[in-house]
């Protein structure tokens, strides 16, 4: 493949998007982010690379908690608003109408809105020039009641989440193209996966003629 080559930067991508609240009460604040991601599975730790001049810096610096709420495809208009205005000029929770829930294990309010919820306590802070990351141990996860199956298995890929990619929101494909370890099943495992594949397209084929 014949490659151009770029100065270095920042061209991770796709990326999450995510909306981090912050703050307390009536200070309590959101700011979108995309260079967040895992760093530990147990405890399960977190990061939010936060630029030093936003007002959300101040809010999680002060108050050492944050919580990551996932976006979906219909909260996109409120994850760009979040993005682009300060908490230090509006409120953007009554701008965009959204709920604060009161969190279990942290002071700030999770976004009602948001199907996902990651608690998170900041156990270590990494400066660098432009951006501090904010490392948080993930204390408690919430998950919409409605994206249970019967069996008690949490169904995300209907939770309609978005990603980011230079400088676009994209839902995710609903379909899965593989899950993890697919391209080493055995052939029997893979038919009992396939099978399960379809089941899932079927679901989401009546899904949509229900909302229709
Ligand atoms: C999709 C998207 C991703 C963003 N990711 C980050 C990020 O990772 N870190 C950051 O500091 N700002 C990021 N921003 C910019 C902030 O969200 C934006 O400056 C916001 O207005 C800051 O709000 P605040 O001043 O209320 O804290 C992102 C914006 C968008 C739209």
Known sequence: MAKKTMKPGTMLNPLPAVMVSCGEGEDANIITIGWTGII??????????????RHSHKLIAESGEYVINLTTEKLVKETDFCGVKS????????????????????????IGESPVNLECKVIEVKEYPTHDMFIGEIVNVHADESLFDEKGRLCLDQAGLISYSHGEYFGLKREPLGKFGYSIMKPKTRKRYEKELAQKRRNQYRKKKRDR
């Open 40 to 53: 530990n599975s147990e405890p399960p730790i977190t990061y939010v690379s936060v630029r030093k001049s």
């Open 87 to 110: 908490g230090r000029d509006l409120n953007k929770w009554t701008e965009m109408n959204l709920t604060k829930e009161p969190a279990e294990k942290v002071k700030c309010p999770m």
